[in-house]
């Protein structure tokens, strides 16, 4: 029994062992199959470069100056409604001839165009017929007052008579006024009639043309529009962040693309409650008097100044690089090394200088010439 037992703890003494050996040799075996560690470098910075000579690239410090946050907006030049003046006819009729043009320039009285108008001819017909009735009842009323003195007919036949003349009076005032405003003279019958113009400006609009006709105001459109071009609108929009730097009363500077070299001045006279859904941009009206260089529907920029003043900074214009839609600057980061940095560019200002947004501050270094030193990082 004590002889079974005996290799009984042999034989589990041996597999244990056996065990460990194998455990031993698969740990050694993993180690060794392990690959190496991995040793990673960080990726260089594309915007540092290195020179060879760096003193041949001369360092400006950026300088500071105080200034107003400005506001570029685009703006469309469109006609004052308050002096836009419609040029219509109350008479129906087809069109004779026409002495004006759209983009014409006109004056008070001059005339537009005529109409061959029944309306007119039935109105001068009423007025005729009106005199006749008149002058009827004026020669029986002086009948009537004779044939009174003489007692021949009672007082009431003088009443009568008295009535009938006031009637026509009143009959002939009225077709009178009605050939007035159908634009005729009731001097010279005729059933044509002229159109004058109401004021003097451009006519910016036309409807009518020879030989058409015309309706009278049941929803037709008006045959001329003259515009009064010597105020007119400059319609911006502004985004809804911007709104902060727009103010009732304030000046815009305006700059043409027709004449870069000029610059108008034009009031803000109103600003839309109203925001558009889509762009989420309100309409900014600037006023502005126009001395002929303005023409409707010309495109205009315009420059709103803030209220809100800041210190920004201000470098030579040949230390900023204008790539990719962005401007840069170099600035030294010490040894043979210049690091581009991205910055936000403003005005030009006397001497050669520009602001600067964002990006620097005043008096950090940079250099004068970044151009040049892109130029010669790329060779």
């Known amino acids: 029994m004590n002889r079974a037992l005996l290799v009984e703890a042999t034989v589990c003494a041996a597999f244990g062992f056996a065990l460990a050996g194998c455990t031993g040799r698969v740990s050694a075996n993993t180690a060794a ?31 500071e100056r105080v200034s107003a946050q400005d506001l570029k907006a685009t703006g469309v030049v469109s006609p004052d409604v308050s002096r ?16 004006a043009r759209i983009g014409d320039s006109v004056t008070k009285g001059q005339l537009l165009m005529s109409v061959q108008s029944a309306d007119v001819a039935q109105a ?9 009735d008149e002058t009827l009842a004026r020669a029986q009323l002086e009948r009537a007052k004779l044939l009174l003195d003489k007692g021949a007919i009672a007082r009431k036949d003088i009443e009568v008579a008295q009535d009938a003349a006031a009637k026509a009076a009143v009959s002939v005032q009225t077709a009178k006024t009605r050939l007035h405003l159908l634009g005729a ?11 004058y113009a109401p004021a003097s400006g451009v006519i910016t609009e036309q409807n009518v043309t020879a030989s058409a006709g015309v309706k009278t105001l049941d929803n037709s459109p008006n045959l001329f529009t003259i515009s009064d071009l010597s105020q007119v609108w400059i319609l911006c929009d502004v985004y ?3 709104l902060r730097y727009v103010r009732i009363g304030e000046y815009a500077d305006i700059r043409l693309s027709a004449y870069p070299d000029l610059v108008l001045k034009g009031r803000i006279g109103n600003i839309s409650p109203i925001l558009d859904p889509s762009l ?18 010309m495109f205009v920029s315009a420059t709103f100044h803030g209220m809100d003043f800041a210190k920004r900074a201000t470098v030579p214009a040949t230390a900023i690089l204008h790539l990719h839609d962005r401007d840069w600057v170099y600035e030294p980061v010490g040894g043979a090394q210049f690091r ?5 560019a403003g005005n030009m200002l006397p001497g050669g200088l520009q602001e600067i947004l964002s990006g620097i501050g005043p008096g950090q270094r940079v250099v004068e010439n970044a151009l040049v030193l892109q130029n010669t990082v790329e060779q």
């Open 124 to 132: 001068f017909s009423d007025y005729q017929q009106a005199m006749a």
């Open 185 to 195: 003279d009731a001097a010279h019958p005729s059933a044509r009639i002229d159109i």
């Open 33 to 63: 199959e392990a690959p190496p560690r991995a040793n990673i470098e960080p990726a260089p910075d594309s915007n540092v470069a290195r020179v060879d000579h760096p003193e041949q690239f001369p360092i400006a410090a950026a300088g």
């Open 280 to 297: 989420r941009t309100a309409k900014v009206r600037l006023e502005v008097s126009n001395r002929g260089l303005l023409r409707l529907g």
């Open 240 to 242: 809804e962040n911007d």
């Open 340 to 344: 581009r940095v991205e910055v936000v």
């Open 84 to 99: 836009n003046i419609p040029v219509i006819s109350l008479a129906s009729g087809r069109v004779v001839d026409i002495r």
